[in-house]
């Protein structure tokens, strides 16, 4: 069996660890796998593919929106034969459709998230015919299958869920920093991993800090907002109190030295950042959207998105309590190891042969058991 992944680069964000993670799992399992991005990012993750020996092909052109991607990645899939495509992310996704037509290879999709932007008639349109060339369509989250059949209603027989998994175990282990190498840093501390922008929304998070007096801020992540949450951190009076670390490869080892996880996410497809802090054994407190529910459940404290008096309440319910703190940490571990990397690396297995028609098995609809909200798309 022979899978292509095609996104539109491997920049560190959700999307792009999930395709990683997945791409060399089943390499090991002597599945042949590469993966084509249609720009090159520079990025770890980057590293990573070609340390495991797992092909990377970048396209020749230079933007993701040029439709002369098509030609380029028709040419790709002639010369090379494959099995399966599976393909993440717009506009990987309609360069890939229009591609496949072409090249008539059977075609699979994830989508990563509840939010999609393309929400004009023409777009509806566009949106209704790509996602019709697959033969499936993974979410990686009930609440993001729920969204995208409310979007696109006639496709919903074709969308099944496999949640986005992580090796739980490197999470649980690894050894934490010394904190005493960071002399700047006070205690209780908080962590929070994420890209700095809107959707991630740390201008909420920093707008609790006044409300809970000494705790300082770890802001693990890079992205277009840093300049203006750097301001708003000098606006409130927090500065020396918020630490901006960008990206870093310590993450596990970083969030071993947390005493609470916040993620304050207007939307989530799903959070595997909050996953990661669950498996590390870290109380969490995440914002009341659809996605984070489906990870967190009951194993850590949620807030209303926005409300940064109510995120405060909530950091300061843990901050005040260790028996709060070592309850929903030991919750958070129990439920994470449900989510191990493992199972969705089988599932996703089960599909491909299902697809090429080597198993006979039937697509996971229970996402029709809808969430209580959905928060966007």
């Known amino acids: 069996m022979k899978i292509l992944h095609v996104i539109n680069s491997l920049e560190l964000a959700g999307a792009e660890t999930l395709l990683t993670d997945l791409a060399l799992r089943l390499s090991q399992q002597n599945i042949d796998v590469e993966i ?4 090159a990012s520079g990025s770890l993750l980057e590293e990573k593919v070609k340390r495991s020996g797992v092909r990377l092909y970048f396209s020749p052109i230079s933007s993701v929106y040029s439709p002369l991607q098509i030609p380029m990645l028709v040419k790709h899939l002639f010369r090379h034969k494959y099995d399966l495509i599976h393909v993440h992310l717009f506009p990987a996704q309609l360069w890939a459709a229009c591609a496949a037509s072409f090249a008539h290879i059977p075609m699979i999709t994830t989508e990563h998230s509840t939010y999609n932007r393309r929400r004009t008639v023409f777009f509806r349109m566009l949106d209704r015919w790509m996602y019709k060339r697959y033969r499936a369509v993974v979410t990686i989250s009930k609440a993001t299958a729920v969204a995208l059949s409310n979007w696109l209603p006639e496709i919903a027989k074709r969308i099944c869920t496999i949640f ?3 090796e739980v175990s490197y999470f649980a282990n690894a050894q934490s920093v010394d904190i005493k190498a960071l002399p700047s840093l006070q205690r209780p501390l908080l962590v ?3 890209r700095l922008e809107q959707e991630k929304d740390q201008v909420t998070l920093l ?3 006044p409300y809970l007096e000494t705790a300082h801020l770890l802001l693990i992540g890079d992205g277009p907002m840093r300049g203006q949450l750097q301001e708003l951190a000098s606006q409130l009076g927090v500065t020396h109190r918020v630490h901006f670390l960008g990206r870093r490869v310590d993450v596990p080892n970083l969030l071993k030295i947390a005493d609470v996880y916040i993620q304050p996410s207007r939307w989530e497809g799903f959070g595997i950042a909050t996953l990661e802090a669950m498996a590390a054994g870290v109380p969490v407190v995440v914002s009341r959207v659809a996605g984070l529910k489906d990870v967190v459940g009951d194993a850590g404290l949620l807030f209303e998105p926005g409300n940064e008096r109510e995120l405060a309440e909530k950091i300061t319910a843990l ?11 030991a919750r958070g571990q129990v439920r ?3 989510f191990d990397i493992k199972q969705t690396v089988e599932q996703y297995k089960d599909l491909y042969l299902q697809i090429i028609g080597k198993k006979t098995m039937k697509l996971n609809t229970s996402f029709l058991e809808k969430p209580d909200r959905v928060d966007r798309y």
């Open 207 to 209: 707008k609790s800090l």
């Open 192 to 194: 929070s991993v994420g």
């Open 319 to 329: 901050l005040t309590s260790q028996e709060a703190c070592r309850q929903y940490a």
């Open 36 to 39: 084509y991005a249609l720009k």
């Open 164 to 166: 986005n998994g992580i």
């Open 336 to 338: 994470a190891m449900q």
